[in-house]
């Protein structure tokens, strides 16, 4: 799914501490002698002060800390640490800072607290998106199960279908895409038949259910959803409508609609670069680089693809720059360089698997096995084939396995294997 952080707003429990934190903010500013402009500074506009005066907006720990410094004022200032409800609310803001290991961590630590079944529902909810920020898919689903069972019992339908959204999420990043599917259907069935959810609801649920149809290779089915929801997007903010952009530009490259991935992709890059938002623009250009290379511009490809690279490495993700190992692996082969195709794709599949990220792995599998095809060394690439099938199995998603099982026979068939070559076709026929 993708990765779009939208701005948390106050719950009914804690809006009234919002009010409070607003409430200071703004006696602290009259006593400094300041308009709400000039507390925005250049950074900030008067619109969204205004918004933390009156509690309509909760600031992140990084606005609070630029306020607070504007106004010569700890951020303590105005979170009451002596109050331990304030606690949680520091802790929602580490969640809307995308402070994602702090934010599990404090509604952990929240969670060995007494507390009604009300707060629990929205700690639970809160450590629920924190872990699938995290990618730990498992511990998300146990914290976003659990918060629904209790809103519904409470009768808080909205609530519930907040928190399903994140077991859903948690179930698709547990490789149980069938399961987070049904939910999602459930869900998006519900808001249109009338529940009220917080805006662009339905959007995220067609974005969600988007990236699980990609996951498992049916591409056209999760490009119909990205279009759907392309007319909901335009009043998003500029980082999260860029991801959007992203994803759609995935979608089309996957389709076959090159033109169109490079188009989508490269408005998303602007309104990203910007934003300043350079690790998230980084992944546009890896996905730029593929789509280049998919036209012949191998050029093109090796820029944006090296440029990436950087970014990842400075970032030390190692997730992300398996990927973009991967892509110069595939640069390198259009260049007719197989022995370095052969070390990039051995790296991207080591720090693939290391970071869990099994998409990347076998995409990384195959560019190696493409590699020592092109190298001349059968017996290798039938052996990293064979390794290939079985993380496609294990993976559970039917059209990947079948494109493996293909270039494999293919592989055979090249070595005289006629036979060998038959079976994996027929193999790959019977695959649902």
């Known amino acids: 799914m993708p990765r779009m952080k939208a701005a948390a707003r ?23 002698g300041l308009t709400q402009q000039q507390l925005a500074g250049e950074r900030y506009t008067k619109a969204y002060v205004s918004a933390l005066e009156t509690g309509i907006a909760r600031p992140s720990m990084v606005a ?13 200032h105005f979170l009451d640490e002596q109050t331990p409800a ?3 609310l ?25 507390m009604d079944d009300q707060i629990r529902a929205e700690v639970l909810r809160g450590r629920a998106e924190a872990l699938v920020r995290l990618d730990r898919g498992r511990e998300a689903v146990a914290a976003g199960a659990e918060a629904a069972r209790i809103f519904s019992t409470l009768g808080r339908s909205s609530e519930e279908a907040l928190s399903r959204y994140w077991l859903a999420y948690g179930l698709y990043l547990s490789d149980a895409e069938a399961d987070a599917r049904s939910m999602l259907l459930t ?25 699980v149809e990609s996951r498992v290779g049916n591409y056209a089915e999760s490009l119909a959803h990205l279009e759907a929801a392309r007319g909901m997007a335009d009043d998003l903010d500029d980082r999260r409508r ?3 952009l992203f994803n759609l530009a995935i979608n089309y490259r996957e389709t076959g609609d090159v033109e169109a991935a490079i188009r989508t992709g490269t408005q998303g890059l602007a309104l990203l670069r910007a934003a300043g938002s350079s690790f998230e623009s980084a992944q546009i250009e890896n996905d730029l680089a593929m789509a280049y290379l998919a036209t012949g511009n191998v050029a093109r490809a090796r820029e944006l693809a090296g440029e990436a690279r950087r970014e990842f490495e400075q970032a030390g993700d190692g997730r992300y720059l398996s990927a973009v190992l991967d892509t110069e692996a595939r640069v390198a082969l259009a260049s007719d360089d197989a022995g370095e195709a052969i070390k990039l794709a051995r790296r991207a599949v080591a720090l693939a698997e290391e970071s869990g990220n099994q998409a990347v792995q076998l995409g990384a599998m195959l560019t190696e096995a493409r590699a020592l095809r092109a190298n001349r060394e059968g017996a290798k690439a039938e052996s990293q084939y064979a390794a290939a099938v079985a993380i496609a ?13 293909r270039e494999w ?24």
């Open 64 to 76: 609070l800390s630029y306020l607070s410094e504007r106004l010569g004022l700890p951020p303590s």
């Open 10 to 32: 106050p719950t009914e429990h804690d809006a009234a501490l919002a009010q409070q934190i607003g409430h200071r903010i703004r006696e602290a500013r009259r006593r400094a």
């Open 242 to 244: 860029a991801m959007f």
């Open 90 to 114: 520091e802790v929602d803001m580490q969640l809307a800072a995308g402070e994602w290991q702090a934010a599990a961590d404090g509604y952990e630590t929240l969670l060995n607290d007494s």
């Open 86 to 88: 304030w606690t949680r």
């Open 393 to 405: 199995r294990e993976g559970h998603v039917p059209s990947r396995l079948r494109d493996v099982l």
């Open 187 to 211: 869900l998006l069935e519900r808001v249109r038949s009338g529940l009220k959810v917080e805006p662009e609801f339905e959007m995220r649920l067609m974005i969600a259910l988007a990236a």
């Open 409 to 432: 026979s293919e592989l055979r068939a090249e070595g005289g294997d006629h036979r060998g070559a038959y079976e994996l076709t027929r193999e790959a026929l019977a695959v649902n």
